[in-house]
């Protein structure tokens, strides 16, 4: 079994494929983590439970381990639960009350306060292929008074203790998202958090700790992602001890509300996984978990175009047709129509709440377009923003209330727009009947689902609300039901999450959306770095990339046309240049591109990822796709600069089978017989053994600045 509960030892263990993850229950019924890491005899780890006095000043060192403490008594750590009592008591005081070890390879861990009628159910899910373990917890309120909850995490994870333990993370802004860090972590705090309504562009809610060592292809990570789109806390916590722990979960600033008495609130999940294999393994267990438990489905994920960077607001029927045509020219599946389509809306300062289609650019209904659009063989997208709302707006002048505000007080203004309290019950029909109409109306297959601004004023106008909710909370369970009705609703639709680029991406919108929208920033060389610190965590599988102009508007950058759609086939290939200025010569290579593209779209989707070089060490980036069976690998080589008088570059591949031979053929750009990988022509194509590509690496025909290729391996039989 998954999960074994020794009575003797009164020991639990978590057996996934590779880990053991064990706690038991300590004296005075403290739940107590014992070990967490490679397979262990389990009931060996028993004597770790004995209690630790230091001094009246670090009375129950032990605490610090605890699987899910409290605030109270003599514990200063984070806590996992921070509550207030009728009458004022702030001390809460969690006993182990008993277990339940279900079939499905799930435990729930009972704890109840020693004098109140307060309870929490830590739940435990194993996904043992992953080698993860997701966390919950549900605390009920069975008192006959209201419980205030001021903090409430998900789980603490406690990490061995290391001398020289370092933490990776992302840090980023707009159009910078995902940029890796690593830091030592000594005595103290780090706090890694979002407090402006959703996951964030400034970080993001997962962490990798090492000792130090560990690489790319080796060396023991400890790591954790948590699903949540709203405000969010890690804290990760060192002690003067040595002890290590990660406590995570919804942030607790200004996010107390109150249980009611007969009420329970579950947490977000937080998933956590060890592995011996380095960063690259944990990247890998969580795309095959992303793909396997979490995304909502596995289609197909089509090539698009999106008219934005063409048009922007001045949209109307003739120019996106006109679009569409070369779209389907190069070889677009789904054409996608951005902002601008609706109510009054030729700027970012009007129009935004109206959602009917703007008569003056579509005098014929969309339905002018979208039959155009389908009979040129490609389905049909659609951009809202359902959260926000201009001033100028028929919206905003019906319902002034609507919008998150503190009586009394002017909003604040972000790109001209304020935001829609979801927490609402009318506010959330509004967006779910104006969606389910958009969508029963039209022939749509796609939404980019957009919130271009932070939550300001969290304010609330309903006594009540004020009273017991947080609107943080409520905004982010509202949009989760929307979603999740949306889907119910419409199957056949796929939508894509995007925050003013990837401001709203963890293992909790992941849920409900088909893709996601990393980043605004869309230069191929920028990109690459964003790409790569994204791909840490999350699956290429959801990963948008567009291909866009050279030089890039937002730094000038001139890139060939090779590195662009190098770049963007990294995950799911888009473009969003205005094709009506291509030359018919730069189309066809375009197209030639997306051919290629198509047929190893399902390597880039479903296999397994190796990051292979890094523009972090040196003028040469690599990623290499290996399909499920071993049998297809698809390899992306990006050099940045030339040098007069550097060595031959050779990249050693990874994931292969050593004494297997593999036909690799180096594909010149956008070549039309070189796509397949079963069908190399002599001439391209040569054979070699896994051992020597693994060790020595392939020659990497790489020529000048921003060359890239794509190289095709088929493993023979």
């Not at 381990?65 to 200063?76: I, L, N, Q, R």
């Not at 979208?370 to 919206?395: A, C, H, R, T, Y």
Request: hydrophobic residues 40%.
């Amino acid at each position: 079994m998954a999960i074994t509960y020794f009575a003797e030892e009164q020991i639990f263990e978590i057996r996934t494929n590779r880990t053991s993850y064990v706690f038991g229950i300590g004296s005075g019924g403290t739940v107590q983590h014992l070990y967490w890491g490679e397979p262990v005899a389990a009931r060996e780890c028993a004597p770790l439970l004995k209690p630790w006095l230091h001094s009246s000043f670090d009375a129950e060192v032990n605490r610090d381990k605890e699987e899910y403490g409290g605030w109270g008594g003599s514990h200063y750590a984070e806590p996992c639960l921070k509550v207030k009592f009728a009458g004022g008591v702030r001390d809460l005081k969690l006993r182990y009350s008993g277990h339940d070890i279900l079939a499905d390879d799930r435990l729930i861990v009972r704890l109840a306060d020693a004098d109140y009628r307060l309870r929490a159910e830590i739940g435990y899910r194993v996904s043992g292929e992953h080698d993860l373990i997701e966390r919950e917890v549900t605390v009920y309120n069975d008192e006959e008074q209201p419980v205030r909850i001021d903090q409430i995490m998900s789980a603490a994870w406690s990490v061995p203790a290391m001398p020289s333990a370092r933490l990776t993370h992302v840090a980023g802004r707009w159009a910078g998202e995902y940029q890796l860090r690593t830091q030592p972590l000594s005595e103290g705090k780090k706090v890694l958090e979002s407090r402006q309504g959703f996951t964030g562009p400034h970080a993001n809610p997962w962490f990798a700790v090492d000792d130090g060592t560990a690489s790319e292809t080796g060396g023991k990570v400890w790591f954790g992602a948590l699903g949540w789109s709203g405000n969010w806390k890690l804290v990760l916590e060192k002690s003067i001890f040595g002890h290590l722990r990660v406590v995570g979960g919804i942030n607790d600033f200004d996010g107390a509300f109150v249980l009611q008495p007969g009420q329970s609130f579950t947490a977000p999940v937080f998933t956590g996984g060890f592995t011996a294999g380095g960063f690259g393994e944990m990247s890998r267990n969580l795309h095959r978990y992303q793909s396997d438990v979490i995304l909502p489905g596995t289609r197909v994920r089509k090539v698009l175009y999106n008219s934005w960077e063409a048009t922007e607001f001045a949209v109307n029927v003739q120019e996106q047709i006109k679009l569409a045509k070369r779209a389907a020219q190069l070889g677009a599946e789904r054409f996608v129509v951005d902002d601008g389509w609706f109510g009054g809306r030729s700027s970012d300062k009007a129009g935004l709440g109206d959602w009917r289609v703007n008569p003056q650019k579509f005098p014929n209904g969309l339905e002018e377009l979208i039959d155009e659009v389908k009979q040129l063989g490609m389905d049909f997208g659609l951009w809202v923003e359902p959260e926000s709302v201009n001033p100028d707006s028929d919206l905003y002048r019906q319902h002034p209330e609507w919008v998150y505000q503190f009586s009394g007080r002017e909003g604040t203004l972000l790109r001209n727009q304020l935001m829609l309290n979801l927490g609402l019950p009318e506010v959330k029909a509004f967006v779910l009947d104006f969606m389910t109409e958009l969508l029963s109306r039209y022939e749509i297959s796609f939404i980019k689902w957009d919130m271009n601004r932070t939550v300001t004023e969290p304010g609330t106008t309903s006594l009540e609300d004020r009273e017991t909710n947080s609107v943080w909370i409520k905004h982010v369970q509202h949009l989760y039901e929307i979603w999740a009705e949306l889907r119910r609703r419409f199957p056949q639709v796929e939508f894509e999450t995007c925050a003013g680029g990837g401001a709203r991406i963890d293992l909790g919108i992941l849920r409900y959306a088909d893709q996601a929208w990393i980043s605004d920033n869309t230069d191929a060389r920028d990109r690459l770095t964003i790409q790569e610190g994204f791909s840490y965590v999350y699956s290429p599988s959801v990963m948008m990339c567009w291909v866009t102009e050279s030089p890039h508007g937002m730094n000038g950058r001139r890139l060939p046309l090779s590195f662009r759609f190098h770049s963007a086939m990294l995950g799911g290939l888009g473009v969003g240049a205005n094709i009506g200025n291509w030359p018919e010569e730069e189309l066809a290579e375009a197209a030639r591109y997306v051919e290629q593209y198509k047929r190893i779209r399902h390597l880039i989707a479903g296999g397994d990822l190796y990051r292979t070089a890094s523009f972090r060490s040196g003028d040469l980036a690599a990623w290499e796709y290996v399909g499920r069976g071993g049998e297809e690998i698809a390899v992306f080589a990006f050099q940045q600069a030339q040098y007069f008088g550097y060595a031959e570059k050779r990249l050693p591949l990874q994931g292969l089978e050593p004494d297997a031979r593999y036909m690799v053929t180096f594909s010149p750009e956008a070549a039309a017989d070189a796509t397949d990988v079963s069908a190399a022509s002599d001439t391209e194509a040569s054979v070699w053994h896994g051992s020597t590509l693994m060790n020595i690496g392939l020659p990497m025909p790489l020529s000048g600045d921003y060359d890239s290729r794509l190289i095709l391996l088929r493993r023979l039989p």
